[in-house]
C-alpha cells in the first residue's frame, strides 16, 4: 500500500499523534458546574474523586477512546489518501491530449477532456503521466501527483491554431521509453496516426485512442494552399495570389463567400477567379507594396481556424537607373526590355557607368573597367558600414550567395577565358558602396558576351542586387519548415524582443499561426495552412480501448468512502451515548 499525498512516515506518524493528543484529552478533568442536591451525604466522595488542584484524572472509558481514535484516524487516512495496487498490472500509462486545431470543433476538445479525466481517475497515481501536445509539448500531470491537480492546469488551455503534433510526441516517447517492458500511449483526440509510424514503434509500446466521439471533417472547409508568384501579365509591381479551399463538398464556399483584403481593405467584387477544378483560385495583379494580405472564407462551419489565412506582400518597387551615354546601345536596349527598370537622368537607385566617371554619384553602380587595371572578371563590393552595423561579414558566404543571384554561374567561363586569354574569376572585397565591377572589354565587338543568353540575366540580376530588390516571397505555415530563398541565406527570425531565434542549423519551424519577425525586414505572417487539419485523413482508424481490470485503483474514491467511515462512527457514538453505553 501507498499513499498519494504523504509517506508511510508521516502517515504512521500522524496516527501516532492522534493517540497521544486522544490519551491527554481523555485524561483531563471536566470543569464542574453548580447543581444543587437534596442531600450532603456523597459529599466526601465527590471531593475524593476531584481533589483540588489535580488537572488530570484516571484513565477511563477505554472503547470511547479506541472510537473516537478510529473515527480521527480515519479522516487522517483520508487526507493521505491510501493506494492498494494490484501487481498483475505494470503496464505505464501515458495520456496524450491534443491540443491542436483539429481540436477546436464544436464541443470536441471538451469532450476529449472529459474521457480523459475519467480514465485518470482510474489509473495508480504512479504508473501514469498526461502530455500535453499544442504548439509544444508540456507535461500537465507527472507521475505520483494528484489527479485533481490537472484540472488547475487545464484552465488555460484550448486547441491552439497549429497542426497535430502527436507523431511527433510519439516518436519522443518512442525513444524515452524504449527499455520499459510495457507502456500503453491513449491519444485523446482526432490527430492521425500512420501504420508505418506504429509498426516502428518499439515491441512493448501500444497506442490506442482513448477518446470515443471522433469528429471528423463533415461541415468544414478551409484555405490549404496560398502563395504569390510572379504577375502572368508580367507587370513589375504586382504579383498574382494562388489560394486553395478544400473540405466537405457541402461546405464548400461559392467566389463571392471568399474576402481577399489588403490591409483590412476588401478587394472589388469580381477579384477572385474560380479554376476549373472547383476549389483553386487566383487573384491577379495585386500591388506589391509590402501590403498585408488576409484571405477568409465568410461562412462560418464547425472550425474556425482554418478559415482564415494571411501573408505579407512583397515590395517591388522600380529601379530608377542612369545609365551614362560612353556604353553601347545593347546596354540601353536590355535596360529598356527589363520591366523592373525606370530609367532616369538623376537620382537613381544604380548607376551604370564606366569607372571613374562621376556619374550618379556615391550610389550602387555596376561599373565597367579596363582588363589591365582589374585582375579578376568580375569584383563585387559590399559598403564598409555593413561590418561595423552586424559584425563582421562572412565574405565567402556572400560570395557565394551573390554568384547564385546574379547567375554567373550560368555564364560560359571557358568561352571568355579562350577569348581573353585570361582565366574568369568573381572576388569579392569591401568598398563604399555596393559595386559590380566588370572587365568593359566583354561588352566590347570583340567579344561574343552581350551577345550571349545569359548577359541579359546578368544585367537584370545585377540591377536587382544592387538595389536591395528581395526575391524571396514564401508563404509561412504553421508546423512547417520555413521554404529556403532560391538563392542565399535564408533569413534570421527573431522574438519580439530582437534575439535570434537559432535552429542550430535545422530549417525553422514555426510553432503557430502567429506574427513571425524577421531580423532586417517587415514582420512575416504564420497561417493555419494544413490540409490533414482541415481534412482529416481516412486512414485515421487506430484502435479505441478502455481499461484493463487490472488497472483499476480500488482506492480512487478513498475521498469518499474514508470520511463515511468516519461518519458512521460518529453516528454509533452517538447511538451507544443515547443508549447510556458511552459516558
Known amino acids: 500500500m501507498s499513499f498519494a499525498n504523504l509517506s508511510p512516515l508521516a502517515v504512521a506518524g500522524g496516527i501516532a499523534a492522534l493517540a497521544a493528543v486522544l490519551y491527554v484529552l481523555q485524561r483531563l478533568r471536566i470543569r464542574f458546574r453548580e447543581q444543587r442536591v437534596a442531600t450532603l451525604l456523597f459529599w466526601k466522595e465527590a471531593l475524593n474523586e476531584a481533589p483540588v488542584r489535580r488537572l488530570t484524572r484516571d484513565f477511563r472509558h477505554l472503547w470511547a477512546y479506541l472510537l473516537i481514535l478510529a473515527i480521527c484516524s480515519l479522516l487522517w487516512l483520508a487526507l493521505a489518501e491510501p493506494q492498494w495496487r494490484d501487481e498483475g498490472g505494470s503496464e505505464f500509462h501515458v ?28 489509473l495508480p497515481a504512479d504508473r501514469r503521466q498526461v502530455i500535453w501536445s499544442g504548439a509544444g509539448a508540456e507535461t500537465l500531470l507527472h507521475p505520483g501527483e494528484h489527479h485533481l491537480l490537472l484540472q488547475g492546469r487545464l484552465t488555460q488551455k484550448m486547441p491552439e491554431a497549429v497542426p497535430a503534433s502527436i507523431t511527433r510526441q510519439l516518436v519522443q516517447l518512442a525513444s524515452v521509453h524504449r527499455d520499459e517492458s510495457s507502456v500503453q500511449v491513449r491519444i485523446y483526440g482526432d490527430a492521425p496516426v500512420s501504420a508505418a509510424l506504429l509498426a516502428s514503434l518499439p515491441a512493448g509500446m501500444s497506442v490506442v485512442r482513448g477518446s ?17 508568384a510572379q504577375a502572368a501579365s508580367r507587370k513589375w509591381g504586382v504579383v498574382d495570389l494562388l489560394f486553395r479551399v478544400e473540405g466537405d463538398a457541402a461546405q464548400l464556399p461559392d467566389t463571392d463567400q471568399i474576402v481577399v483584403a489588403i490591409d483590412d481593405r476588401p478587394l472589388p467584387d469580381g477579384s477572385v477567379v474560380a479554376d476549373a477544378d472547383g476549389i483553386s483560385y487566383r487573384v491577379s495583379d495585386l500591388p506589391a507594396d509590402g501590403g498585408l494580405l488576409s484571405v477568409a472564407i465568410a461562412d462560418e462551419d464547425s472550425l474556425a481556424l482554418d478559415n482564415r489565412a494571411q501573408l505579407r506582400l512583397p515590395r517591388r518597387k522600380s529601379i530608377r537607373v542612369q545609365l551614362s551615354d560612353t556604353l553601347p546601345a545593347a546596354m540601353a536596349a536590355v535596360l529598356r526590355a527589363d520591366a523592373a527598370v525606370e530609367l532616369v537622368d538623376s537620382n537613381p537607385d544604380v548607376v551604370i557607368r564606366n569607372q571613374g566617371e562621376a556619374l ?15 585582375d579578376e572578371a568580375f569584383v563585387l563590393g559590399y559598403p564598409e558600414r555593413v561590418d561595423s552595423a552586424n559584425g563582421p561579414v562572412d565574405a565567402p558566404a556572400l560570395l557565394r550567395a551573390a554568384v547564385q543571384r546574379l547567375g554567373l554561374d550560368n555564364i560560359d567561363a571557358t568561352d571568355l577565358a579562350d577569348t581573353t586569354q585570361r582565366p574568369v574569376e568573381v572576388a569579392m572585397r569591401p568598398a563604399s558602396e555596393w559595386t559590380i565591377s566588370v572587365w568593359r572589354e566583354l561588352i566590347g565587338d570583340d567579344y561574343n558576351f552581350v551577345r550571349t543568353r545569359s548577359f541579359p540575366l546578368f544585367v537584370a540580376q545585377s540591377l536587382r542586387w544592387l538595389a536591395g530588390v528581395e526575391q524571396w516571397y ?32 535545422a530549417d525553422f519551424i514555426p510553432a503557430r499561426a502567429d506574427q513571425l519577425h524577421r531580423l532586417g525586414g517587415e514582420p512575416l505572417e504564420v497561417s493555419l495552412i494544413h490540409r490533414d487539419t482541415t481534412v482529416v485523413p481516412a486512414d485515421n482508424a487506430l484502435p479505441s480501448a478502455g481499461l484493463g481490470a487490472f488497472d483499476i485503483d480500488v482506492t480512487r474514491d478513498s475521498l469518499i468512502w474514508l470520511p463515511l467511515l468516519a461518519l458512521l462512527g460518529l453516528l454509533a457514538e452517538w447511538w451507544l451515548y443515547r443508549k447510556g453505553q458511552m459516558p
Open 360 to 374: 550618379g554619384g556615391q550610389v550602387a553602380a555596376l561599373e565597367f573597367v579596363e582588363l589591365g587595371l582589374q
Open 95 to 122: 495520456l496524450l491530449l491534443d491540443g491542436s486545431a483539429g481540436m477546436a470543433r464544436q464541443g470536441r476538445f471538451q469532450s476529449a477532456v472529459a474521457d480523459l479525466e475519467r480514465d485518470l481517475a482510474r
Open 474 to 505: 514564401p508563404y509561412l505555415a504553421a508546423g512547417h519548415p520555413v521554404p529556403a530563398p532560391p538563392v542565399g541565406d535564408a533569413p534570421t527570425f527573431v522574438d519580439a524582443g530582437g534575439r535570434a531565434l537559432d535552429t542550430l542549423g
Open 212 to 228: 470515443t466521439d471522433a469528429k471528423h471533417s463533415a461541415g468544414n472547409a478551409g484555405i490549404t494552399a496560398l502563395g504569390v
